[in-house]
Nanobody, 116 residues
């Protein structure tokens, strides 16, 4: 079992920045990768960014260059730094963890709203 607790969402103006955090607890040793997905109203959930245990990263092309994912292994925490935010970035952002046995865990989600 892995528990994921997100924080850092909120309301920001277009062009602004936010940093999301996701703290993991439980069977951390089984986590192979962590990342962020988002889901806007009426749209499917999509990958934002992912980082592996070894530090390799993967980004959604539409967010590459504006968003940065990082992790602090000592704190079992993953961060998503979001810059140059646009109204179309408005969504619920979910922390995700993939375990070594291919089991997926999700956080409760945190709302990010970007006003124009």
């Amino acid at each position: 079992q892995v528990q994921l607790v997100e924080s850092g969402g909120g309301l920001v103006q277009a062009g602004g920045s936010l940093r999301l955090s996701c703290a993991a607890s439980g069977s951390i040793f089984r986590v192979n990768a962590m990342g962020w997905f988002r889901q806007a109203p009426g749209k499917q959930r999509e990958l934002v960014a992912e980082i592996t245990r070894g530090g390799s990263t993967d980004y959604n092309d539409s967010m590459k260059g504006r968003f940065t994912i990082s992790r602090d292994n000592a704190k079992n925490t993953v961060y998503l730094e979001m810059n140059s935010l646009k109204p179309e970035d408005t969504a619920v952002y979910y922390c995700h963890a993939l375990l070594s046995n291919n089991v997926h865990y999700w956080g409760q989600g945190t709302q990010v709203t970007v006003s124009s």
